[in-house]
């Protein structure tokens, strides 16, 4: 069975600075999806980026981008320039490739507090 | 476009009885998958519809069902409700269940058993 890990539990950073939300993950298989959300206060979850498991090449959305290591099963998020809405849960998720399904096994998730 | 919606948004309910909770999905889309989010077990997968099957099914009590109807709007009912069923219950649709296309999150329905 597939297990994704989240060893921050909380996290925080000063407006404009990077932070690092880190994530390991556990799989047999070779193809698969992972994702990173995002839960603010309100709690609607959005989609904040995501990563083909068979593309070498780290994803990027904007100010977010990952770091995928797929030999060390890891997939760490990096936020620059951080922002006051940046605040919120952040999730990492995994998904299967080899069948039709949406099902997503999550970490435990890591509170990002961002500072003024 | 109208986002996902669920409802009721908050729901408060007694041991021992029954509840429905409902979900939907964006227009367009046909997959439809319900997470149940607590502060000890964190989210986990309760099942997917696609086109009125169920698809998938996570490690939860038959107490939890669920179904989905030809416009893709999809229920869950807990019977026999518990304190520890206690949570907020996610509804997510995408346009099909594979590749990686997105899911996009309702705002929940935030479920209270006393």
């Known amino acids: 069975a597939q297990t994704v890990t989240q060893s921050q539990p909380e996290m925080s950073v000063q407006e404009a600075e990077t932070v690092t939300l880190s994530c390991t993950y556990d799989?047999?298989?070779?193809?698969?999806?992972l994702f990173w959300y995002k839960q603010p206060p309100s709690r609607q979850m959005i989609l904040v980026i995501r990563q083909e498991a068979y593309k070498q090449q780290n994803a990027t959305e904007n100010r977010f981008s990952v770091n995928f290591q797929k030999a060390a099963k890891s997939f760490s998020l990096k936020i620059s320039d951080s922002q006051l809405g940046d605040a919120a849960m952040y999730f990492c998720a995994y998904r299967s490739a080899g069948s039709n399904t949406d099902k997503l096994i999550f970490g435990t998730g890591t509170r990002l507090q961002v500072f003024p | 476009k109208a986002g996902v919606t669920q409802t009721p948004r908050y729901l408060i309910k007694t041991r021992g009885q029954q509840v429905t909770l409902s979900c939907s999905p964006i227009?367009?889309?046909?997959?439809v998958s319900w997470y149940q989010q607590t502060p000890g077990q964190g989210l986990q997968f309760l099942f997917e519809y696609f086109s009125e099957t169920q698809r998938n099914k996570g490690n939860f009590p038959g107490r939890f069902s669920g179904r989905q109807f030809s416009n893709s709007r999809s229920e869950m009912n807990v019977s026999t409700l518990e304190l520890g069923d206690s949570a907020l219950y996610l509804c997510?649709?995408?346009?099909?269940?594979?590749?990686?296309?997105?899911?996009?999150f309702g705002p929940g329905t935030r479920l209270t058993v006393l």
């Open positions: 997510a649709s995408s346009l099909f269940a594979s590749g990686a296309n997105e899911q996009f």
């Open positions: 227009s367009g889309h046909r997959s």
């Open positions: 799989t047999s298989e070779s193809d698969y999806y």
